[in-house]
């Protein structure tokens, strides 16, 4: 067996070696499986902030994001009702210019059933005041204001599906 600089691979240490390497090239070329892992299983903490009758709204906290006077979080909106192992959801890349009171999405993404991300829709809206009794006005209590939900919270939104949904 061969690695990629042409070099015999001598042992079963080296041949470990290399596909730790090779995982690890893929993980960073494309996210794959381990952002498949994130969202299934990731060290991720959703605070649930808000529920319809027939979906829950979570706010993935410690991934939020500072730059100058804009907050960027993802939030994920799943069904309430849903099968077992059922992991489908979408998920919001939000910006918030707090002073402003102003949000805008960025980005959407969809994903199926087995947790795999499905469509992603990448599109900057424009900045708006947001509604401080809507959607985004409760998610700036968690973004700008510090709010966070009582537990439980969750590291995954596969953690939160196993729980029961509730």
């Given at each position: ?134 959607r985004d006005g ?29």
């Amino acid at each position: 067996m061969r690695n990629a600089f042409k070099t015999p691979i001598k042992t079963l240490a080296g041949a470990r070696r290399m596909g730790v390497i090779c995982g690890l090239a893929l993980a960073m070329a494309g996210g794959g499986a381990a952002a498949q892992d994130e969202v299934l299983d990731g060290a991720q903490d959703w605070h649930p902030f808000s529920r319809s009758a027939v979906r829950l709204y979570m706010a993935e906290m410690k991934g939020m994001v500072t730059e100058g006077d804009v907050h960027r979080v993802t939030l994920a909106v799943v069904p309430l009702q849903g099968e077992a192992g059922d992991y489908s959801h979408s998920e919001e890349i939000v910006e918030f210019r707090c002073a402003a009171k102003e949000s805008r999405s960025v980005a959407a993404m969809d994903f199926g059933a087995d947790g795999v991300q499905t469509d992603r829709y990448d599109d900057a809206s424009s900045w708006e005041a947001y509604n401080p009794n809507g959607r985004d006005g409760f998610l700036a209590g968690l973004v700008c204001d510090g709010n966070r939900a009582n537990p439980p919270t969750w590291p995954s939104i596969k953690a939160w599906v196993d729980a029961g949904r509730k």
